[in-house]
């Protein structure tokens, strides 16, 4: 049985229960690190959450606890190119114990272009697959339908990233990484990631042309990677090329979902349910506490 990170109402010591039990792996092209699995649980079957963990503790925001959450199928779709997706949004924030002016994201393109919020970024609309801040009264959100949600936490600047990682913007977590560097001074090691949940490799087939390009670009030698092969025969792993990258760079601390949203029907896919697929809205930040303690 895996550890279930999901935060149970009105038990503050569930967060942290099991932590102890993280897996200590070693990687050779980038050392010793930690890998916490998880399964999601929802909340009232629309919201699931789980923190970022470091050597087994649920960490914290000035005090507050800074954690992750993505909503589910049977919350509507979170996409604003639907009519009813801006109504979801709004409801799901409000569960949440948001204001929905606190919440920023952006029009997804596919692409490994970050945003930095500044004070004066508008709330929603620019094109940009990632985010990143250290305002703690901001809460991030993108959307996800079997491509991967990454979240990046720094523990000593208190900055935090959320990108939409899939096949063609594979990289942006390291682009995000590599921009908290550069604002503020974020080390790889103090950085805590969550791969969330996404198309699994059981499930993610491709044609072998693009198959053997992922790999060339992101499988390492002999397709070396701390989850294993980016590529297993014509299907693509996007948690394990993540992985690689965040480890390789210096990243100690992953915490990994091991739910398919293919599989899973709890969950939006665009290959399974096609054109009139759910995005789910995967979110950062602090959320109001009676909401998941």
Request: charged share 20%; glycine share 10%.
């Amino acid at each position: 049985m895996l550890p279930n990170w999901t935060i149970a109402p009105h038990n503050r010591d569930f967060l942290g229960a099991g932590a102890g039990d993280g897996e200590v792996r070693t990687y050779r092209a980038g050392g010793e690190f930690q890998l916490y699995p998880f399964h999601l649980v929802f909340e009232r079957e629309t919201v699931a959450f789980f923190p970022f963990i470091m050597d087994g503790v649920a960490l914290t925001l000035q005090g507050m606890p800074i954690g992750c959450a993505i909503s589910s199928r049977s919350a509507g779709t979170m996409s604003l190119r639907a009519p009813e997706g801006s109504l979801h949004r709004h409801r799901l924030y409000t569960s949440l114990g948001l204001d929905p002016m606190q919440v920023f994201t952006c029009t997804q393109v596919h692409s490994r272009e970050v945003l930095v919020l500044e004070p004066e970024s508008p709330r929603e609309g620019p094109q940009a697959d990632g985010m990143i801040s250290r305002n703690p009264q901001v809460c991030l959100a993108i959307t996800v339908a079997d491509c991967l949600p990454v979240y990046l936490y720094d523990t000593e600047s208190g900055g935090f990233a959320l990108v939409h990682s899939g096949w063609k913007g594979t990289g942006i977590a390291l682009k995000a990484l590599q921009l908290m560097a550069a604002r503020w001074h974020t080390r790889p090691e103090a950085v805590a990631a969550v791969l969330g949940p996404c198309i699994g490799s059981c499930c993610y087939r491709v044609d072998a042309e693009r198959a053997r390009a992922f790999d060339q670009a992101f499988g390492g030698p002999d397709g070396a990677s701390p989850l294993g092969p980016v590529v297993k025969g014509a299907a693509l792993d996007l948690q394990a090329a993540n992985a690689r990258m965040l480890v390789t760079a210096g990243v100690r601390h992953i915490a990994l979902c091991k739910d398919c949203t293919f599989t899973d029907e709890r969950l939006g896919s665009f290959r399974r349910e096609g054109p009139s697929y759910t995005a789910m809205a995967a979110l950062v930040g602090i959320f109001k506490p009676q909401v998941y303690f």
